[in-house]
């Protein structure tokens, strides 16, 4: 845990992507204090012809945008925790993608520990397994 979905307005390169996911993948161990061998990220390049904000493209406003969302499980980052790191990513997408238009998002969703999980184990089982134990 958790998942993070990204997408960017720019070309299809391997080589950004790679960054944009190790920097990602830092801030969201140090916002919300989630283990890094268990982040996984898919990084999807849309064309800024194909982006639109206010009925008008990317490419005609001469901007960039990127989407980013993040599911965790309900309860286990306080607000603050991520209001810094809703603000941490913005400010290094900023950083990468000039022109950042400020319809930019990140969208950190709260899921429910008995319908989370990976490999094929909810993240309540997690949790209660040792208590049991």
């Known amino acids: 845990m958790p998942i993070i979905n990204i997408k960017i307005s720019t070309a299809n390169e391997a080589k950004n992507k790679q960054s944009i996911a190790d920097e990602i993948t830092r801030l969201t161990v140090l916002h919300l204090k989630k283990k890094e061998s268990v982040?996984?990220?898919?990084?999807?390049?849309?064309?800024p012809c194909d982006w639109f904000i206010a009925k008008k493209s990317l490419a005609d406003l001469g901007q960039n945008s990127f989407y980013l969302d993040i599911k965790i499980t309900d309860g286990t980052n306080l607000k603050d925790e991520k209001k810094d790191f809703v603000q941490a990513v913005f400010d290094y997408?900023?950083?990468?993608?000039?022109?950042?238009?400020?319809?930019?998002?990140?969208?950190?969703?709260?899921?429910?520990?008995?319908?989370?999980?990976?490999?094929?184990?909810?993240?309540?089982?997690?949790?209660?397994?040792?208590?049991?134990?």
Not at 39 to 47: F, M
């Open 93 to 133: 997408m900023a950083s990468v993608l000039p022109h950042l238009h400020a319809e930019s998002y990140v969208y950190v969703e709260e899921v429910n520990a008995d319908a989370y999980g990976f490999g094929g184990k909810t993240q309540e089982f997690r949790y209660v397994k040792p208590q049991l134990e």
């Open 39 to 47: 982040t996984a990220i898919t990084i999807v390049c849309v064309e």
